[in-house]
């Protein structure tokens, strides 16, 4: 063991411990202790990030400790939680011994930083040896019985997208070499996949105007396949509706591109479905927070997802990602 190793006290003294409010016990004793709001439900989640899996080993750790909590506060925007509290377990392999000083510190800031954002205090967690392996565990509040779910979508609904999808999926395809991005365009796509928003306010607004919704992490295809999956429906979305970037359009005509708008992972945008009689609410929550919204199809009886396309052709996808897609 190299005598530079922190022990598990150090790291947390040093990088994690920070005065925060709206907690009874934080961080340094055996277990934290939170009240939770009167009248207000406890929304829970996890999501575990696996270096090689879910990054590359050598990600900037800034952007890497950022992404590790947005990713946590997508899933309390997809709940319409407003994020409270938050523990982290961190498993970091030797090989990162020497430099642990730096990575660490860098690591802790783009957590941090997310955190005080959104007012989420970091409440304890968890440091061990062995693969480099990140995992989160969050806790929102709703009021009772006020939270967003996947299954309840209703034929007659419209399905709706926040923001831009598909720019992460370029991003992590150029990274791979699969496809060329100019500089400018990599300008503009690399913070989605690195550093994305999560949706967390457009998500609490949505609490009493949306019948369902999931945030995309695994593309927009998988997931609003999770919508109809468990809300006994099928869905017809048009191509031309899907809201995407100007560097998206500029690569619309390969099969790659269209791939990273439907099927791409790590957009972390919003997909719900809502009554039409919502309409007019919905655009003017987009107004007054400045995330694009955009309707992009319909729920439907029966079963199954269907693309169509400005010919009114179906769009069949090679990469499915969605068991139900082309039923
Ligand atoms: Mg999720």
């Not at 191509?239 to 995407?244: E, F, H, I, M, S």
């Not at 945008?269 to 919502?278: G, Q, R, S």
């Not at 309707?295 to 269907?306: A, C, D, H, M, R």
């Amino acid at each position: 063991m190299s005598q530079t190793k922190l022990s598990e006290f150090d790291i947390i003294q040093r990088y994690f411990k920070r005065p925060v409010a709206d907690v009874d016990l934080g961080i340094g004793d055996d277990a934290a202790v939170v009240s939770p709001t009167p009248d207000m439900q406890l929304v829970v989640s996890a999501d575990t990030l696996v270096s090689g899996r879910h990054f590359f080993e050598n990600a900037d750790p800034y952007k890497l400790g950022y992404k590790s909590l947005a990713v946590n506060l997508s899933d309390m925007a997809a709940m319409g939680a407003k994020p409270r509290w938050v523990m982290l377990s961190l498993t970091l392999p030797e090989n990162l011994n020497e430099t642990h000083p730096v990575w660490l510190s860098q690591f802790a800031s783009g957590f941090l930083d997310l955190a005080r954002t959104y007012q989420v205090a970091l409440i304890g967690g968890d440091t061990t040896g062995g693969a480099l392996n990140i995992c989160v565990q969050i806790m929102g509040e709703v009021r009772e019985k006020r939270y967003l779910r996947r299954d309840g979508a209703k034929p007659g609904d419209d399905i709706w997208v926040s923001g831009y999808l598909g720019d992460a999926a370029l991003a992590l395809k150029h990274t791979l070499g699969i496809i060329r991005l100019s500089q400018s365009e990599m300008n503009h796509c690399m913070p989605a996949l690195h550093t994305p928003k999560a949706r967390v306010e457009l998500g609490q607004h949505l609490v009493d105007l949306a019948h369902s919704a999931i945030d995309i992490s695994d593309g927009l295809l998988a997931d609003l396949g999770h919508i109809l999956t468990c809300s006994t429906c099928a869905a017809e979305i048009k191509l031309d509706a899907v809201p995407c970037s100007r560097v998206m359009k500029q690569h619309m005509s390969s099969s790659l591109a269209l791939e990273c708008l439907l099927t791409g992972g790590d957009d972390y945008e919003l997909c719900f479905t809502a009554p039409k009689n919502n309409n007019s609410v919905i655009e003017q929550i987009s107004q007054v927070l400045r995330v694009p919204l955009s309707v992009i199809g319909e729920i439907k009886q029966g079963t199954g997802l269907s693309v169509i396309d400005a010919q009114g052709k179906e769009v069949i996808m090679q990469k499915k990602g969605y068991d139900h897609f082309a039923t």
